[in-house]
């Protein structure tokens, strides 16, 4: 299946959780990527494919659990490096510097990731959504400085712009101890 889109349904119950996941399943041609629980009691949902059908299949959610929905949406023409990096199997070829994009959504961060990886040379490393974070979710990167700057800037930009921005960084120099260890 060709995955150019991804679409992201979060719920503030995990029984709506479970119940919107199946129709989005069962609505369009999609593969589920992550369907769990997250911090503080909510469920996330998300999907990858065509552009129409993680249209149809987040429109299915939606409709079907209206008052449980904190947040959506569906980004097309997605980064390809977005994919292995929510996957936690981004392999680092060759460690620069490290970006950081810190938020209090998972919706925005993964906006911001893709916005990243779309502005600049960079490869993104990691993102974590909401698990173990307080809700929170953020995204890792590495190239070399300049670009690691100008995506880390352009994706903060639209966290910031919804007011959930916790914070961004750029280490030009990281110890290979913090990509061994952390990353």
Known sequence: ??????GLIELNSIAAGLEVTDAMLKTAEVELIISRTICSGKFMVIVGG?????QASVEAGLGLQPTSVIDSMVIPNIHPDVFPALAGSSEIKEPGALGVIESFSVASLLQA???????????????????????????????????????????????????????????????????????
């Not at 299946?1 to 991804?6: E, L, P, V």
């Not at 065509?50 to 993680?54: D, E, F, G, Q, R």
């Not at 880390?152 to 290979?176: Q, R, Y």
Request: glycine share 8%; charged share 20%; aromatic share 4%.
């Open 50 to 54: 065509s552009v129409a059908a993680v």
């Open 113 to 183: 990731a893709d916005e990243a990886a779309k502005t600049a040379s960079v490869q993104l490393i990691d993102i974590r959504l909401a698990m173990a974070l307080g809700g929170k979710a953020f995204v890792t990167m590495t190239g070399k400085v300049g670009a690691v700057r100008a995506a880390v800037d352009a994706g903060a930009a639209i966290v910031a712009e919804k007011g959930l921005l916790v914070n961004k960084v750029v280490i030009p120099a990281p110890s290979p101890q913090l990509f061994k260890d952390y990353i």
């Open 1 to 6: 299946m060709k995955k150019n889109a991804i």
